[in-house]
Each structure stands twice: as C-alpha cells, then as structure tokens.
T-cell receptor, first 116, second 116 residues
Framework: KQEVTQIPAALSVPEGENLVLNCSFT??????LQWFRQDPGKGLTSLLL?????REQTSGRLNASLDKSSGRSTLYIAASQPGDSATYLC???????????????FGKGTKLTVNP | GAVVSQHPSRVICKSGTSVKIECRSL??????MFWYRQFPKQSLMLMAT?????????EQGVEKDKFLINHASLTLSTLTVTSAHPEDSSFYIC????????????FGPGTRLTVL
C-alpha cells in the first residue's frame, strides 16, 4: 500500500529565506507526483506536476525535483514571502492495487509559516 | 481555465438529516470526478470516484449507502450525506479530471460540513 510522508510537519522561517520541503513515497511505481498548496479552510491549488519520466519542474520561485527510484521529491522555495504561508501537500498518482483507474495518494502536508 | 466549484461552502445541519453537496466543472467537461474527505491536520482521503453516467466506485471503508454520489452530467457531480451524524463533520473536497489531460486533477474549494 502506497504511503506518502512529508517532513517536516511544520516549518517557520523568516522572510527571504530559501527553504526545502520533503516528500517520500514507499512505492516507486507512480505515474506522476504533484505539489499542491492549501490555504486554511480552502481547497487545493496545483503548484507543480512532475511526470515519472522527469527529474524536475520549475515555476517562478518554485522548483520541484523527483527521484522516483529512491521514492523522494523536494519542493524548493526561493526567497520566501509571507504570502507563501500555507500548507503544502505532496501527492503521487498510481494505479489501484487491483487495476483500474489510477488515483492520487496524499501526504499529510507541511505547514509553512513565513514571518515578516 | 479548469475551474471547479462547490456549493455550499459551509453547511450546518442537525443529526439525522441529509445534506447534498454539489461539484461543478465550470469551463471543461469532467470525465471523472473524485470526492475526498479531510479531517483536521490530516491528509485528503479519497472516498469515491465517479464517471459520468455510471455508478461510483467507493474506497474501502466508505459506506456507499451513506454517501450517495450522482454524476449526472459531464459538469456536475453531487455527494449526499444521508442521516448525518456528528462524526461526519469534516471538510469535503471534490476534484475533476478532464478528457484532454487525464493525468491532472483540478480541485474545488471544499465544503465544511458541521453536524450538530
């Protein structure tokens, strides 16, 4: 059974600092990995999607890497800002164990606070 | 593009009543819709997957007679929580996948359900 773990569970940094969020998964047979942002009481906003054949994706100050063989992904945030404060969720897309449509399996998230 | 809406955003109901939550894909046709539940400080847990015009597929441990899902059209899915109890209080999030981009899901803003 796929398990997705995110470390740390919470992180507090001063504004301007570069930071890394970690995600690990137990089953490397994934189709892709996606990083989301969730603000309190809100839905999910997709940040980056990395296909299983890719090593990294970049969008603005965000860079996500994927090492499928070791079951790891990182989300790098450069020059953090108070507006980056949110919970960041990692999810992997995999086939169901008994076949059929694939599904997303989520980690519990990392709650990021960027202090002005 | 790829906007998913949910209605209502918040609902409070008495124990024993039924509550219906709507999920709509506003600017695309969703071949598949997903319903998730999220408890405080926990990850999103997939409840069921529905394809337009067919019965929903429920995850293990999710009661299909309690959580009724109808995917009547390519832009609308509904989740009805029947005979709601306080333990059903949670944040319900729907997600939709479109035909053109099968490996990416778009999430709604969520519905906060409180059962008194």
């Amino acid at each position: 059974k796929q398990e997705v773990t995110q470390i740390p569970a919470a992180l507090s940094v001063p504004e301007g600092e570069n930071l890394v969020l970690n995600c690990s998964f137990t089953d490397s047979a994934i189709y892709n990995l996606q990083w989301f942002r969730q603000d309190p009481g809100k839905g999910l906003t997709s940040l980056l999607l990395i296909q299983s054949s890719q090593r990294e994706q970049t969008s603005g100050r965000l860079n996500a890497s994927l090492d499928k063989s070791s079951g790891r992904s990182t989300l790098y945030i450069a020059a953090s800002q108070p507006g980056d404060s949110a919970t960041y969720l990692c999810a992997v897309r995999q086939a169901w164990e008994w076949g059929g449509s694939e599904k997303l399996v989520f980690g519990k998230g990392t709650k990021l606070t960027v202090n002005p | 593009g790829a906007v998913v809406s949910q209605h209502p955003s918040r609902v409070i109901c008495k124990s024993g009543t039924s509550v219906k939550i709507e999920c709509r894909s506003l600017d695309f046709q969703a071949t598949t819709m997903f319903w998730y539940r999220q408890f405080p400080k926990q990850s999103l847990m997939l409840m069921a997957t529905s394809n337009e015009g067919s019965k929903a597929t429920y995850e293990q441990g999710v009661e299909k007679d309690k959580f009724l899902i109808n995917h009547a059209s390519l832009t609308l899915s509904t989740l009805t929580v029947t005979s709601a109890h306080p333990e059903d209080s949670s944040f319900y999030i729907c997600s939709a996948r479109r035909l053109a981009r099968l490996n990416e899901q778009f999430f709604g803003p969520g519905t906060r359900l409180t059962v008194l």
